[in-house]
């Protein structure tokens, strides 16, 4: 069973274009997390899906973030005209379908860099 | 929204020394308790974790931690340090009874000098 796996793992996008980092769970994972991870500020949430849903989008800055996680397919965090202070680690986790008592597993994170 | 406290933002120790991380959670009700840690560049793994029963919990690479329910800590441990234990240590808590979300602390940057 692979982990969480994330890509790109490094992402370089000039101001103003868009990025869209890509996360596929675990297998029999439903529920998919997406954290930033600042330097000096720890791992900040932003958003919680499980398939075709929305749970949770209060981390999620109003404009220019989205998230899905469709029926089929990786989720996606889509961050639209980067700006400077969107660079940071992005990472996913997830969780198996149907289990409220368990950990949350991580991918090795996107580390996006905006130029 | 639950909140997470890590008070030692950076730990310096020599080798041998003993270690204990602190932590406290807000919500009252339920939980689940988690430590991860991160080495240079990598993700977060999963150190131990607390759901229920002894509220001593033993994890990986010789780390404990202790929930003691009426302080809302759950605080980390190891009795010897090692120079490969340098990372960065999050905690995390999370409750099946506000929506299932992972809340993280700042974390704890550790420093191993051997």
């Known amino acids: 069973n692979a982990g969480v796996m994330q890509n790109p793992r490094h992402l370089v996008r000039r101001r103003g274009q868009e990025a869209r980092l890509r996360c596929s769970p675990m297998k029999g994972h439903s529920h998919v997390y997406w954290y930033r991870q600042l330097p000096e500020e720890g791992l900040k949430f932003m958003v919680y899906?499980?398939?075709?849903?929305?749970?949770?989008e209060s981390g999620m800055p109003k404009e220019r973030f989205s998230a899905e996680f469709p029926k089929e397919g990786p989720s996606i965090l889509r961050i639209q005209q980067v700006v400077r202070g969107d660079s940071a680690a992005y990472f996913c986790?997830?969780?198996?379908?149907?289990?409220?008592?368990?950990?949350?597993?991580f991918g090795q994170g996107t580390r996006l860099t905006v130029v | 929204a639950q909140s997470v406290s890590q008070h030692n933002h950076h730990v310096i120790l020599s080798e041998a020394a003993s270690l204990e991380l602190g932590c406290n959670y807000s919500y009252g009700g339920t939980v689940n308790l988690f430590w991860y840690v991160q080495y240079p560049g990598q993700h977060l793994q999963l150190l131990l974790k607390y759901f229920s029963g002894d509220p001593l919990v033993k994890g990986i690479k010789g780390f404990e931690a202790e929930f003691i329910k009426s302080k809302f800590s759950f605080n980390l441990r190891k009795p010897s340090v090692q120079w490969s234990d340098t990372a960065e240590y999050f905690c995390?808590?999370?409750?099946?009874?506000?929506?299932?979300?992972?809340?993280f602390g700042t974390g704890t940057s550790l420093t191993v000098i051997p």
């Open positions: 899906l499980q398939k075709e849903n929305i749970i949770d």
């Open positions: 986790a997830s969780r198996p379908d149907g289990a409220r008592t368990t950990e949350a597993f």
């Open positions: 995390a808590v999370n409750s099946p009874n506000t929506g299932n979300q992972f809340y």
